[in-house]
T-cell receptor
Framework: DSGVTQTPKHLITATGQRVTLRCSPR?????VYWYQQSLDQGLQFLIQ???????AKGNILERFSAQQFPDLHSELNLSSLELGDSALYFC??????????????FGSGTQLSVL | AQKVTQAQTEISVVEKEDVTLDCVYE???????LFWYKQPPSGELVFLIR??????QNEISGRYSWNFQKSTSSFNFTITASQVVDSAVYFC??????????????FGSGTQLTVLP
């Protein structure tokens, strides 16, 4: 058990809809990372937050947004969903700010299926 | 841009055999970090090893060993005396020393390792 909690584990929705994925980092970790894992794109970095502030942004679509709250949990919002958004979305946390050499602890992921 | 290539898509071995997973990377950074993560059938990614670009000393940890060679931009991972529980997808990853998104992990496409009893 990594200590990172993601909910829900599975999400089935329709095209055009909006969903929210939630992540609670390990106790004491200030950084939260979001990754997307799909069959065609593999594992891709989406966005990182550190202590409530956006720290780095990767291949995140404009239809997607995220935030980190004062209690350090994070939410990833996906809107105007398309079939191609179906993927496994991972949250990871670390106790560092994003220096590149962090050991990341990953949650078990949220499997999103867009029908 | 950073890139990680894992040419082996799938490997199948019989229990107790040794197996090496290959990883080749590309980066323009002089300081970078290399990682191996494991994704068992349960789905959660698990950290295995991390190496700095300025530390080419190879290491053995139990049944695992790593071979980092800057001259060939390779960071290979070996499991000795494989076990059925080693069956998983193994990802090689790279992060750069420069700022912003370059510091984030760039993953290879993964190698599915199946260890047969």
């Amino acid at each position: 058990d990594s200590g990172v909690t993601q909910t829900p584990k599975h999400l089935i929705t329709a095209t055009g809809q909006r969903v929210t994925l939630r992540c609670s980092p390990r106790s004491g970790d200030l950084s939260v990372y979001w990754y997307q894992q799909s069959l065609d794109q593999g594992l891709q970095f989406l966005i990182q937050y550190y202590n409530g502030e956006e720290r780095a942004k990767g291949n995140i679509l404009e239809r997607f947004s995220a935030q980190q709250f004062p209690d350090l949990h994070s939410e990833l919002n996906l809107s105007s969903l398309e079939l191609g958004d179906s993927a496994l979305y991972f949250c990871a946390s670390s106790n560092r700010s994003g220096t590149g050499n962090e050991k990341l602890f990953f949650g078990s992921g949220t499997q999103l299926s867009v029908l | 841009a950073q890139k990680v290539t894992q040419a082996q898509t799938e490997i199948s071995v019989v229990e107790k055999e040794d197996v090496t997973l290959d990883c080749v990377y590309e980066t323009r950074d002089t300081t970078y970090y290399l990682f191996w993560y494991k994704q068992p059938p349960s789905g959660e990614l698990v950290f295995l090893i991390r190496r700095n670009s300025f530390d080419e000393q190879n290491e053995i940890s139990g049944r695992y060993s790593w071979n980092f060679q800057k001259s060939t931009s390779s960071f290979n991972f070996t499991i000795t005396a494989s076990q059925v529980v080693d069956s998983a997808v193994y990802f090689c990853a790279l992060s750069g020393g420069s700022s912003g998104s370059a510091r984030q992990l760039t993953f290879g496409s993964g190698t599915q390792l199946t260890v047969l009893p």
